[in-house]
Structures are given as structure tokens and as C-alpha cells.
């Protein structure tokens, strides 16, 4: 099974907005409306922000928004704010009942 | 609430198996999968296997020959082995939970380095 695809590096201003893409295939991402996305800082663990495509747990900023459009997820992140620089990764289910993640993507606030 | 912990040697020679446990405390073990996820200095996350409270498992294909994954239920815990190991195995590896195959996977343990050298 081959890593989703996300940009390696995206950036923003405080108070802008971005989005990441996760592009997958019709036996993951465009399969099943199990992805999800989570957002690690250094040293630290992944921390699960989006599941089933647009679902926050609880505890998680609204600001953080998911979608699904064919084989491409999105992650949004609105009113950026300093806390928000970390990695994100995505992850999908796929049809051979496994998962796959995203090789990443490196958010800085500039 | 659910706590996951990873233990295990930091250390493994190569063409040796490195064998982790995690202990799931404040939750039942039962009725969850259960997955392993490593992720290598400075890269992204691999996911390893998952294996379900009753002993089912499916891993990922390009581990499939060298991971065995098992569950013991009376002492809330599952380990990982991985045979044979190279330093590209060399990796932060977490445990992790989750409630239905393709569900969310939360919470995760904190994650233990494990080195693969000699």
C-alpha cells in the first residue's frame, strides 16, 4: 500500500486560514469516509483532530475542519494561531481492511 | 480515562527481534482494536498492525513476514514482534486504540524509542 499524498510544508499568518490535502486512492480515501487527521508536536504523540472525514472530538478548536471530495481529504485551519505550528498527518482505512497515513506535512506560522 | 504505555528494550542488535508490550489502564481491553504505529527519526507515521481484544489481526503488507501481533486480555496488554531487524527499523514506535477497524485511533500511547544497532 503507498503513503497518502500531503504537501510537505505549508505556512500562514495569525488569523489566516489553511488547508492541507491528502490525496489517496479509490481503495482508501475515496473508499470509505474513515480518514482522519492528527497533529503532532515535537517529541510529543499524535494527537487525533478530525475523524471520519469532519468530526471533532471533544476538546478540539473548532477552527479545525475536515472534508472529502473523491480521493482528496482536506484539513482546514482557520484564525491560524502560533499553537497550531506542528505536523499533520492524515490517515485513511483501505479496502484491504488496513490503514495508511500521509507522509506529513509541516505547518509553520509565520 | 484510557492510558496506554509502552515497554520494551530501547536497544536491539541487528537481525534480532525486537519484541514491545503496551498496558492499557483506566479502560477495558476488551471489544477494541488495538493498532502498533512507528515513525522513524524526522519522518512520517507507518502503520504497523492492528490486532482486535479476541486475537484477530491484519498487518501491513510490507511487514506481514516479520510481525506477529498478541493480546492477553487478563493482564490488559498486546505486544508487538518484529523479526530480524534492520536499522531502517529503527523508529519511535506508539500503540495505539481504536474502536472499530477503520475508526478513529485514540488515544495513543507516548511512544518508545527503539535503536537498532550493534
Known amino acids: 500500500q503507498s503513503a497518502l499524498t500531503q504537501p510537505a510544508s505549508v505556512s500562514g499568518s495569525p488569523g489566516q486560514s489553511i488547508t492541507i490535502s491528502c490525496t489517496g486512492t479509490?481503495?482508501?480515501?475515496?473508499?470509505?469516509?474513515?480518514v482522519s487527521w492528527y497533529q503532532q508536536h515535537p517529541g510529543k504523540a499524535p494527537k487525533l483532530m478530525i475523524y471520519?472525514?469532519?468530526n471533532r472530538p471533544s476538546g478540539v478548536s473548532n477552527r479545525f475542519s475536515g472534508s472529502k471530495s473523491g480521493n482528496t481529504a482536506s484539513l482546514t485551519i482557520s484564525g491560524l494561531q502560533a499553537e497550531d505550528e506542528a505536523d499533520y498527518f492524515c490517515?485513511?482505512?483501505?479496502?484491504?481492511?488496513?490503514?495508511?497515513f500521509g507522509g506529513g506535512t509541516k505547518l509553520t506560522v509565520l | 480515562q484510557v492510558q496506554l504505555q509502552e515497554s520494551g528494550p530501547g536497544l536491539v542488535k541487528p537481525s534480532e527481534t525486537l519484541s514491545l508490550t503496551c498496558t492499557v489502564s483506566?479502560?477495558?481491553?476488551?471489544?477494541?482494536?488495538w493498532s502498533w504505529i512507528r515513525q522513524p527519526p524526522g519522518k512520517g507515521l507507518e502503520w504497523i498492525g492492528y490486532?482486535?481484544?479476541?486475537?484477530?489481526?491484519n498487518y501491513n503488507p510490507s511487514l506481514k513476514s516479520r510481525v506477529t501481533l498478541s493480546v492477553d486480555t487478563s493482564k490488559s496488554q498486546f505486544s508487538l514482534r518484529l523479526t530480524s531487524v534492520t536499522a531502517a527499523d529503527t523508529a519511535v514506535y506508539y500503540c495505539?486504540?481504536?474502536?472499530?477497524?477503520?475508526?478513529?485511533?485514540?488515544?495513543w500511547g507516548q511512544g518508545t524509542l527503539v535503536t537498532v544497532s550493534s
Open positions: 490517515s485513511s482505512y483501505t479496502s484491504s481492511s488496513t490503514r495508511v
Open positions: 495505539a486504540r481504536h474502536g472499530t477497524m477503520g475508526g478513529r485511533i485514540d488515544p
Open positions: 471520519d472525514v469532519s
Open positions: 483506566g479502560g477495558p481491553i476488551n471489544s477494541y482494536y
Open positions: 479509490t481503495s482508501d480515501v475515496g473508499a470509505y469516509n474513515y
Open positions: 490486532i482486535y481484544y479476541s486475537g484477530s489481526t
